[in-house]
């Protein structure tokens, strides 16, 4: 199973980035693909969620109402569409699938397969 993550990069406040994550390897209808980050000297953080089958979405409180999660089937695709950026959403970005039976799709250690991580950098 492979995780590839793109889209990060340095923008600023009030503008929008869009993460990619392609995946692999996997069979897709049984599973939730997540995004969380982790900023320096910080825990890793949810921020959303998906589940492959129905679309169904989660958000962190600090993505709720900016950002929003999708897939594409036909290209094995999630994607995070990140707006009105804040410079506290500077960390890097990680996606992740899981089982979609397995656990709460909030809690990272439920995640069983992990992207390397796409840097977004969100100057003042």
């Known amino acids: 199973v492979q995780l590839q993550a793109s889209g990060g990069g340095l923008v600023q406040t009030g503008g929008s980035l869009t993460l990619s994550c392609k995946i692999s390897?996997?069979?897709?209808?049984?599973?939730?693909m997540g995004w969380f980050r982790q900023a320096p000297g910080k825990e890793r953080e949810f921020v959303a969620a998906?589940?492959?089958?129905?679309?169904?979405?989660y958000y962190g409180d600090s993505a709720r109402g900016r950002f929003a999660i999708s897939r594409d089937g036909r290209r094995d695709t999630v994607t995070l569409q990140m707006n009105s950026l804040k410079p506290e959403d500077t960390a890097i970005y990680y996606c992740?699938?899981?089982?979609?039976?397995?656990?709460?799709?909030?809690?990272?250690?439920?995640?069983?397969?992990w992207g390397r991580g796409t840097q977004v950098t969100v100057s003042s």
């Open positions: 992740a699938s899981k089982p979609c039976y397995d656990g709460s799709d909030y809690v990272a250690r439920n995640y069983d397969k």
């Open positions: 390897g996997r069979t897709l209808e049984s599973v939730s």
């Open positions: 998906i589940s492959w089958s129905v679309g169904k979405t």
